[in-house]
Structures are given as C-alpha cells and as structure tokens.
C-alpha cells in the first residue's frame, strides 16, 4: 500500500540518493538484517504547492500502511530483505528485482549491477541463476528503467538527475517511482509512477 502514498507531483524528503558504495561484492546473496524499516510521515503543504513527505527512519505501529523497509542496493551482490513489508529500493541504474524463495522464505530481492562494471555485473547475474537452477525456483521480478511504459517524465527547471526506484508489495504488485532530485539536496519530486508487470523467469529477468 505504500504506493499509495507516493503520488505525482509530491516532494519525498529521504530517500537515499546512492546505494551502498561502501560495499565490496562477492557475487553472493545478502540478507540486509536488521532491515532498515521506515515510514512515511503525513503530508504537509498543498495549498499554494506541491503536498510534501519525509521519511521517517521508524516505523509507524499505529499506521501500517505508511511502513515500508528500505532495501539497500549492494552493489556486486544481490541484496535480500523478507516480505514482509512493503519494500522500497534503489536508486536504479538497470538492475533487476523482485522476490524470490530463500531458504523458504519469501524475499525481496535487488541483484546489484552497476554501469560499466560487465564482469561484476556478469558474476553477480550468474550467482542469482545459479541459486535459481540449483532449487528448481523460479522468481518473479522486473527492471523499473527497461520497462517504464512511455517515454521517461521531464525534469522542470533547476531541477537534477533523475532517482528511479522500485517499489515491491507484499500482494505481489510491482512499481517504478521515476522522480528527480534537488539540485543540491536530498529532496524527490515525484514525476511518476507506473505498475509494472511481472518477468516469469530468471532468465527473462536477467536479460531485461
């Protein structure tokens, strides 16, 4: 449900600009535990603007449907956080998500691939089908970038790079978050956002 609250033209305050660049990968499967559950606080704004949100770094036990858990995008591995939650990941820049069985538990899953990094990016794939052969499982995911239906929403005046994020529910449903930064900040507005259909197989989302 937390695509409900992320709606065009809203500002989100919080959402983290780049991934986990701290991170050596190993082609391995990593669960981010303790995840990192957060919240969406109420709106605030909208009459002479855009409605703006923030990111709380806790969660919100009376209100639910406004938690969700961040997955961090590791770069070279792939990154893991059970569903139990809605969850959030990114920034993207091409990588594959979606969830998985592991060791019989349903997760969210991100395989971190980065730009111009062909041999990490060729390990890291080969780990995630690999696992997926060895227990005869086969995920469901998607790319947020590759299949944006429609050309990409354009920046406004003064505004910076464009953030893409994916959005993983716990009923299963898909969603790329297209928005753009502040110049200088860590501030999101919201240019879009699309449910996106599921790819059946690994293989289909490997190559996407």
Known sequence: MIEQKLLRGNIVDGLP???NNMHV????????????NWSMLPST??????????VSHNTNANKNWRNFDFLDWLPGDISLTPLTTDVVTG???????????YNGVLHAYH??????????NAAVKQTFHNYCVAQGIQPTGFNPLRQWNGNYPVAKKAEGR???????????????LFTYGEANGQKNRIAGIQ??????????????
């Open 25 to 36: 990968g190993t082609a391995a499967f990593v669960v981010v535990n303790p995840p990192n």
């Open 17 to 19: 600009h780049a991934g």
């Open 162 to 176: 464009e953030y893409v994020y994916g959005i993983i529910t716990t009923n299963g449903n898909f969603y790329a």
């Open 91 to 101: 920034p993207m820049s091409g990588c594959q998500l979606g969830t998985i069985m």
């Open 111 to 120: 395989v971190g691939t980065q730009d111009g990094k062909d041999t990490a």
């Open 45 to 54: 704004g909208g009459t002479f603007g855009p409605k703006k949100r923030v």
């Open 195 to 208: 449910r996106i259909a599921p790819l059946a197989a690994h293989v289909a989302i490997l190559g996407g």
